[in-house]
């Protein structure tokens, strides 16, 4: 199994960026796929979810401005991130959970056994 997290990097304020994750070894159909952030002294938190149906949700501090997805061909699982803000500003793993599993909120770490290498996301003010 392999994750190859791609497509931070440093915008302004009210800014975007898609972030996108490769995956092989994990079907999207079968699993629970999810993005996580972590900013430097805090803990890292699931902010959205994909369910193996393509059900989605999200965590309420990204919940209007981000939108999870998944290209099956290309085996690809994205967040798009709009109208960023300077609080949005953490490394991002994408994560999936092998299983028939709806999508949910809050997320647990522990529950995800595959990670990709993350991605950082800066947004100045």
């Known amino acids: 199994v392999r994750l190859v997290d791609s497509g931070g990097g440093s915008v302004q304020a009210g800014g975007s960026l898609r972030l996108s994750c490769v995956i092989s070894?994990?079907?999207?159909?079968?699993?629970?796929m999810a993005w996580f952030r972590q900013a430097p002294g805090k803990e890292r938190e699931g902010v959205a979810s994909?369910?193996?149906?393509?059900?989605?949700t999200y965590a309420d501090s990204v919940k209007g401005r981000s939108t999870i997805s998944r290209d099956n061909a290309r085996t690809t699982l994205y967040l798009q991130m709009d109208s960023l803000r300077p609080e949005d500003t953490a490394m991002y793993y994408c994560?999936?959970?092998?299983?028939?599993?709806?999508?949910?909120?809050?997320?647990?770490?522990?529950?995800?056994?595959?990670w990709g290498q993350g991605t950082q996301v800066t947004v100045s003010s």
């Open positions: 070894g994990v079907s999207f159909s079968r699993s629970l």
């Open positions: 994560a999936a959970r092998p299983g028939y599993f709806w999508a949910t909120m809050p997320l647990r770490e522990a529950d995800f056994p595959y």
């Open positions: 994909l369910g193996s149906r393509g059900d989605t």
